[in-house]
């Protein structure tokens, strides 16, 4: 089955900096890759994700990036602001059944102002 | 539109005890889900349910049952709670699809097994 690999587990930036959140998988025919944004207390809600057809998808601050040759894609945060502190989880679909996800452990993000 | 709801919010448990987990969405979604999250390990899936009437299991489904009771409504059940099953759970759901869909979580539900 599929394997999610995620670094860094913890990110600390000045606010303003960029940060860069990367994922690796292990399985080819995976082909959906979200990112979920996790604040303290709160449930995991979807900010981009992209599909394999993809190599990148921008909104406003936020972005991601996949290159599926090398099995890897990344979120990257720009002008970061205090209220993006929180966890991060990246995701990839099962090739067997797209819509079961599987989840790195997560990078804890805080934005230092 | 209250989107997935989860109660109960918090459980104390003692080893051995049994409870259920309930979970609804009324966004007329086909699939639903269950994960527990802990420290360090990201969202793990414990069972999903492609549509109505179908339930599989996830990563770690062991100790867990599910039931898929109609189109809105998916149970999550411990038989004998272990203290290994302190977690938090989420319910999730989303519309089937073949190229992978957004999943819309609950709130989760905080268990304490003593």
């Known amino acids: 089955g599929e394997n999610v690999e995620q670094h860094p587990s913890t990110l600390s930036v000045q606010e303003g900096d960029s940060a860069v959140i990367k994922c690796t998988y292990s399985d080819s025919a995976s082909n959906y890759f979200p990112w979920y944004k996790q604040e303290l207390g709160k449930r995991p809600q979807l900010i981009i994700d992209i599909r394999s057809n993809v190599g990148e998808k921008k909104d406003q601050r936020i972005a991601v990036t996949l290159n599926k040759t090398a099995k890897h894609f990344s979120l990257h945060i720009t002008e970061t602001q205090p209220e993006d502190s929180a966890v991060y989880f990246c995701a990839a679909s099962e090739a067997e059944y797209g819509n079961k996800l599987v989840f790195g452990a997560g990078t804890i993000l805080r934005v230092k102002s | 539109n209250a989107g997935v709801t989860q109660t109960p919010k918090f459980q104390v448990l003692k080893t051995g005890q049994s409870m259920t987990l309930q979970c609804a969405q009324d966004?007329?979604?086909?699939?639903m889900y269950w994960y527990r999250q802990d420290p360090g390990m990201g969202l793990r899936l414990i069972y999903y349910?492609?549509?109505?009437?179908?339930?599989d299991k996830g990563e770690v489904p062991n100790g867990y049952n599910v039931s898929r009771l109609n189109k809105r409504e998916f149970s999550l059940r411990l038989e004998s709670a272990a203290p290994s099953q302190t977690s938090v759970y989420f319910c999730?759901?989303?519309?089937?699809?073949?190229?992978?869909?957004?999943?819309?979580f609950g709130p989760g539900t905080r268990l304490t097994v003593t």
């Open positions: 349910s492609a549509s109505e009437g179908t339930t």
């Open positions: 999730a759901s989303s519309l089937r699809g073949l190229a992978g869909v957004e999943q819309y």
């Open positions: 966004m007329n979604h086909n699939s």
